[in-house]
């Protein structure tokens, strides 16, 4: 899929964001959870104000996938204090990496994957890590084949459930 670009989001991106984060979550979760909360999840995290708010936030970036004027997935890093949990100055983490399911297999995760590590290279850090959903095994085989390794867990609330994510890393400097 060499035709992907990558394009950095803006302010003047955000209902786009909003359709693709709402459209990849809802395509990889709503069958293993509930509809009230998926929903919930939905509105709060991908609200026009929760997205001013990382869109506006220096140590956070979001990314389009964009194959035929397409949005086909998207990226989302942070750094420093604005990291999930680890929040380690010589670490950036890859919050999101979603990518929509017909375009599963046509590298594009591969290619925003890659942007996330040319970026944590830039910032000079030392490991990039993540949490994935222990019950999304596509999304772990992905990491694994990357060079990432399982380093603790961690409890990611959906609604009103919580649910186990393996946190997992990559030191930089082995690739």
Do not use: C
């Amino acid at each position: 899929m060499e035709n992907i670009i990558i394009k950095k989001a803006t302010l003047n991106d955000i209902s786009l964001l909003q359709e693709i984060g709402r459209h990849t979550f809802y395509e990889t979760f709503s069958g293993s959870n509930t509809k009230d909360n998926i929903q919930k999840y939905l509105d709060e995290s991908f609200s026009s104000a929760k997205l001013t708010s990382e869109l506006t936030d220096p140590n956070a970036e979001f990314y389009f996938a964009i194959l035929d004027n397409k949005v086909t997935g998207y990226l989302k890093l942070n750094f420093g204090q604005s990291q999930t949990e680890l929040k380690d100055d010589k670490a950036v983490e890859i919050e999101r990496i979603y990518v929509l399911k017909e375009f599963h297999g046509k590298e594009v995760g591969q290619i925003l994957f890659g942007k996330a590590i040319q970026i944590a290279k830039q910032k000079n850090a030392d490991y990039v890590w993540l949490g994935v959903w222990e019950e999304n095994p596509r999304a772990i085989r992905f990491y694994r084949k990357n060079g990432f390794i399982e380093f603790d867990k961690h409890v990611f609330k959906l609604g009103n459930t919580g649910q186990t994510d393996i946190m997992m890393k990559l030191i930089i400097k082995s690739i």
